[in-house]
């Protein structure tokens, strides 16, 4: 059997654990997505612990949309040109992310959704939840190190945030994304029950928001501002390609013409087997995105 085949199933299998509607061996509440990818009895490699941790659906969150570069309003008094980990948001981003939909690509079959402006230099797949792990310069918040998942495996200095560019899975109607958390809000930055816990969100304002999605992630899933979405923490070994690899850090190397790379060969370089696995998740995840949340 070839080896990239065999390493395929690996990951099929993590991503079928991954999507699957048990946590820790206990079956979610009921209206959590689930999907079951089934997967042949053929041997698989060991992969890394992290790629088997599994988290915890939030389910039927109310969203509203943000952007990087939102100037204040009456309603918004806080300008988005920093977020809270970054003095340079916006300059970093590379521009104003104009929610404006005539001043935005958003096309699913070349996979680009950003503005028509610029080239982001960061993902443009991002959002805001209500929890800030920095308490002040040099110190993290007191349950921090308690309530983060992560917090000890990351073995962070002091007052160095573990939450900024974590990956998230978010599921609307019939698609499902991922993006990464580059800012805390709508409205608080303390509300831990929720964002780690099994509370709904403190804030009550705009329906109780709960996530700030931006506008790339609002046109990728065709969702607006106060609907209802699903979403819950993945670990990076576990986020499929997509447009939210396109630009930024996640940004994967270039692939031969077309689209397609060559299926990879004993010998090659991991280079090569990374981009080749990347293809094939695709093309499965492909598969799934546009389920309705009953078939899944």
């Given at each position: 059997m070839p080896d990239y085949?065999?390493?395929?199933?690996?990951?099929?299998?993590?991503?079928?654990?991954?999507?699957?509607?048990y946590v820790n061996g206990q079956s979610q509440r009921e209206g959590a997505p689930r999907v079951v990818i089934p997967t042949g009895s053929r041997r698989v490699r060991q992969v890394a612990p992290s790629s088997r941790i599994l988290y915890q659906w939030k389910t039927?969150?109310?969203?509203?949309?943000?952007?990087?570069?939102?100037?204040p309003t009456e309603r918004n008094p806080t300008p988005n040109c920093k977020s809270s980990w970054d003095t340079e948001w916006a300059i970093n981003f590379g521009g104003y992310d104009d929610p404006n939909p005539a001043k935005?690509?958003?096309?699913?079959?070349t996979g680009d959704f950003r503005p028509?402006?610029?080239?982001?230099k960061l993902n443009p797949f991002y959002i805001a939840?209500?929890?800030?792990?920095?308490?002040?310069?040099g110190a993290h918040k007191p349950e921090a190190p308690r309530v983060i998942p992560w917090f000890s495996r990351m073995r962070p200095e002091p007052g160095m945030t573990v939450l900024k560019g974590r990956w998230i899975q978010i599921y609307y109607e019939k698609r499902s994304c991922y993006a990464q958390w580059e800012d805390c809000g709508p409205w608080v930055t303390n509300d831990w029950e929720y964002v780690f816990g099994n509370k709904r969100p403190k804030a009550t304002q705009n329906g109780?928001?709960?996530?700030?999605?931006?506008?790339?992630?609002?046109?990728?899933?065709?969702?607006s501002s106060g609907k209802k979405v699903h979403w819950r923490f993945v670990e990076e070994s576990q986020v499929p390609y997509g447009p939210w690899k396109k630009y930024g850090t996640s940004q994967p190397a270039p692939i031969a013409s077309g689209g397609r790379p060559a299926p990879v060969k004993d010998g090659e370089?991991?280079?090569?087997?990374?981009?080749?696995?990347?293809?094939?998740?695709k093309l499965r995840d492909d598969q799934f995105s546009k389920k309705p949340l009953s078939e899944l």
């Open positions: 085949f065999q390493r395929f199933t690996a990951i099929s299998v993590i991503s079928a654990l991954s999507f699957c509607g039927h969150i109310t969203a509203t949309i943000f952007w990087c570069g939102e100037q935005r690509i958003a096309n699913h079959t028509k402006g610029f080239i982001p939840l209500p929890y800030n792990d920095v308490k002040v310069w109780s928001a709960g996530i700030d999605l931006s506008p790339s992630i609002r046109d990728y899933l065709g969702v370089s991991i280079e090569a087997q990374r981009k080749y696995l990347e293809y094939l998740r």
